[in-house]
């Protein structure tokens, strides 16, 4: 089954990341928002075009088990020597480098330096989603490339509008090779086909400032790339059907490529969401196949008319329903020991007690939630799958939890537990995604 990389690199370099590095770098979260959305495809890019994909592969797998790669918080331009090889790896001399910030500053109206600390940033990202998923599924040289190559046909159209592979000085990475021309004989300046064989007859043209001599008719130009070619026309009485056909010609093929391009799928990508939007995500079903799952989203408006901004039926739309409703203030303990409430916007840096920078999204709507309902308090659980020595995951969960517990902050977080594996129920013997039910993380009122 295929992953779509790009989805997932796109999602740790979301609105909280943006607002993170305009604080820090000092520029306007729309530039950076600009400036990520022209970095991302060009790096990803960089990884698909590598000449040395055995040599990258070991550097991200080997990088991302120690732990070395993950989401830089301190932006900085002077990346340290992991992102420095991987950046090389993928684009060579740094000419290639250069050209990306100088292009991408001017687009997205920041400074270079700030560009600069993005393009690591980037890079540490995306270096640590490839590595994570290279060592997840123990994939050699040949799959990694299959992987990487899978990536090709959604770069194309993450690139901002007037944008190219080649203005950013990459060159045509995927884009259409120009048709080999047919009937085409090599551009002839000032020798006159007379000269070669004087015997037959010449009529002298003119065209791009060129004198250009054909056998029996005029030279036709179909320059290309700034460069004259000529077709010979077999007779004189031939040379007035080019004023039509070529013409013609020319519309059919055009009608061709556009034809081509409406016939193309659209690929479901995230997109950001308003009340009763839908959300794309990339799902299976029981056959394996990757299909689009959709989420709907929906405002919840708490006591005080503040609203935000949640997943329909997600964890903020429960416990704001069950918090409303009474039913925590006439239930006992007992009734509120197995009512959990599973967070569906918060995930870890893979093996480690590290939130990823969109989680911090849900945290602060239950830190809303919370202030709205000073008298609630919760408790926090952390679950992990089955994979693995089951003492590690419980250390693992635990810290996880505690993590979550830090980042609220709040008084009415009571408790902090982690219970490892002990109620996963999917085998260790099964596929990542089917063990994903059992990663959580939760929360339960207490009295």
């Not at 990341?17 to 600009?34: D, H, M, R, W, Y």
């Amino acid at each position: 089954m295929s992953i779509n990389l790009v989805n997932v690199i796109k999602d740790q370099l979301g609105p909280s990341f943006v607002s993170n590095a305009a604080t820090q770098l000092g520029e306007s979260e729309s530039g950076i928002s600009k400036a990520v959305s022209a970095l991302i495809p060009a790096v990803i890019g960089g990884f698909v075009n590598t000449n040395s994909p055995s040599e990258l592969l070991n550097t991200v797998k080997d990088e991302t088990f120690s732990g070395k790669l993950s989401v830089i918080s301190n932006l900085t331009n002077q990346p340290d020597s992991i992102i420095s090889r991987i950046l090389t790896s993928i684009f060579g001399n740094g000419d290639k480098l250069e050209a990306i910030i100088n292009t991408v500053s001017d687009y997205a109206g920041i400074r270079n330096d700030s560009t600069s600390a993005l393009l690591n940033s980037v890079t540490s990202v995306a270096a640590g989603v490839i590595g994570r998923h290279a060592n997840e599924q123990n994939l050699d040289a040949l799959s990694f490339g299959n992987l990487l190559n899978d990536q090709k046909s959604s770069l194309a159209s993450l690139l901002p509008a007037g944008f190219s592979f080649a203005s950013l000085g990459l060159g045509n990475w995927f884009g259409a090779v120009d048709a080999t021309p047919v009937n085409v004989v090599p551009e002839v300046t000032d020798v006159p086909l007379s000269d070669v064989n004087p015997t037959i007859p010449t009529t002298e043209q003119t065209f791009r400032n060129e004198k250009v001599e054909t056998s029996g008719g005029p030279a036709i130009d179909l320059s290309r790339s700034g460069t004259t070619h000529e077709i010979v026309s077999e007779r004189d009485s031939g040379g007035s059907i080019w004023k039509w056909l070529l013409p013609l010609l020319l519309l059919l093929l055009l009608g061709w490529f556009f034809w081509k391009q409406c016939d193309k799928k659209p690929e479901a990508v995230p997109v950001a969401t308003t009340d009763s939007t839908v959300v794309e995500r990339d799902s299976t079903n029981a056959a394996g196949d990757t299909v689009a799952v959709t989420r709907e989203t929906t405002v919840v408006t708490l006591p005080s008319g503040k609203t935000l901004q949640a997943y329909k039926g997600g964890i903020e739309d429960q416990m704001v329903m069950f918090l409303k409703s009474d039913n925590y203030k006439n239930a006992t303990e007992a009734e509120l020991k197995d009512k959990w409430f599973n967070f569906d916007n918060l995930n870890f840096e893979f093996g480690k007690a590290v939130l990823t920078p969109e989680s911090q999204v849900q945290l602060n709507n239950l830190k809303m939630i919370l202030a709205e309902f000073p008298d609630a308090k919760i408790k926090i659980g952390a679950y992990t799958d089955k994979k693995g020595d089951a003492n590690t995951n419980l250390k693992l969960s635990q810290e996880r939890a505690i993590i979550v517990k830090s980042s609220l902050n709040s008084n009415q977080v009571v408790e902090a537990e982690g219970y490892g594996s002990k109620f996963a129920k999917v085998p260790a013997e099964a596929s990542d995604k089917e063990r994903e039910s059992d990663r959580k993380t939760a929360v339960r009122f207490v009295k």
